[in-house]
């Protein structure tokens, strides 16, 4: 895992409040460019907690849904 840095400047689009809590969104997690394997319910990376282990998304591609096309 890549060192930690000073943290990217944030925006109106990199995360929002949910009651109490504040949740970062898939912008922000792109702009820190890696995974910190917390399970964050909007990340770009494929983390599973229950396996420890990403799945194989490349960093720069969107996650696919594996839609059947119409």
């Known amino acids: 895992m890549p060192e930690p840095s000073d943290p990217p400047e944030t925006d109106?689009?990199?995360y929002y409040?949910?009651?109490p809590y504040?949740?970062?969104t898939e912008a922000y997690h792109r702009k820190r460019?890696?995974?910190c394997q917390s399970a964050c319910r909007h990340c770009?990376?494929?983390f599973l907690?229950?396996?420890s282990q990403t799945l194989?998304?490349?960093e720069n591609e969107p996650k696919s849904?594996?839609?059947p096309s119409k």
Do not use: M, R
């Open 56 to 58: 194989n998304v490349a």
């Open 49 to 51: 907690k229950n396996s």
């Open 44 to 46: 770009p990376y494929g």
């Open 65 to 67: 849904l594996n839609l």
């Open 12 to 14: 109106d689009e990199d």
């Open 22 to 24: 504040l949740v970062f």
């Open 17 to 19: 409040f949910d009651g």
């Open 33 to 35: 460019g890696f995974c």
